[in-house]
């Protein structure tokens, strides 16, 4: 008997309740289902409208959420991932320990930089000292953060990276600097896989949901 599908709620698109959304957290979970074959059924939420039966489940209303064996609905993408991981070792996405932060300042150093209106706070500094260390990291040890092989810390910095780009590009004119090869590099490699192709938002929809931050 085939396994039932795994159920994730994840965010659905601005003004489009019926397309994949722009949340790099529920990305994040959809890559690691992907990349592990894990049958999965995808429930979309209007995050600006919340169904009763989601709030009902969760009632902090944050997505994603993961349904568990035990028909628990978990929140928080580490903890969902972890839980995959553990359910679904094949293929092991198990980042070592000492890899496993790499890149974990980028995010919020990114959103600091795309909200800032202070061209002098620094924030761009921080941002590309950020990029420059995950330069050097993959330049000793890429193309992935570990080695050959994808691995959970790329799956959650793939979907980070992808918003970096488009939201300082539109919102700022600003572009990741073209001699942080190895990072250019890593983005295309994880912009191209299939799994990230099949869960990514649109252009369109990751400026949208970025806007009202922006112009907040």
Not at 63 to 87: A, H, L, N, R, Y
Not at 121 to 141: F, I, P, Q
């Amino acid at each position: 008997m085939a396994e039932k599908p795994v159920e994730v709620c994840v965010k659905a698109a601005a003004g489009a309740p019926n397309t994949l959304g722009d949340c790099p957290f529920s990305q994040r979970v959809l890559l690691t289902l992907e990349e592990k074959k894990v049958p999965h059924e995808m429930k979309l939420i209007n995050v600006e409208n919340k169904p009763d039966w989601f709030l009902t489940m969760s009632p902090e209303g944050k997505v994603p959420v993961f349904k568990c064996d035990d028909g628990k609905w978990v929140p928080d993408s580490d903890v969902i991932t972890q839980i995959i991981e553990e359910k679904y070792p094949n293929p092991s996405l198990v980042t070592p320990q000492e890899y496993s932060s790499v890149g974990s300042k980028i995010f919020p150093s990114f959103v600091k930089f795309l909200r800032s209106k202070d061209p002098n706070d620094g924030s761009e500094t921080t941002l590309l000292d950020e990029l420059r260390a995950l330069d050097e990291h993959l330049k000793a040890h890429g193309p992935y953060v570990n080695g050959e092989n994808i691995s959970a810390v790329d799956l959650s910095l793939a979907p980070k990276l992808f918003h970096l780009e488009i939201t300082l590009d539109h919102f700022k004119g600003w572009k990741i600097p073209e001699n942080l090869t190895h990072v250019h590099a890593y983005m295309k490699l994880l912009f191209n896989r299939e799994s990230f192709i099949k869960t990514k938002a649109t252009k369109e929809h990751v400026i949208a949901g970025w806007a009202p931050k922006v112009n907040a």
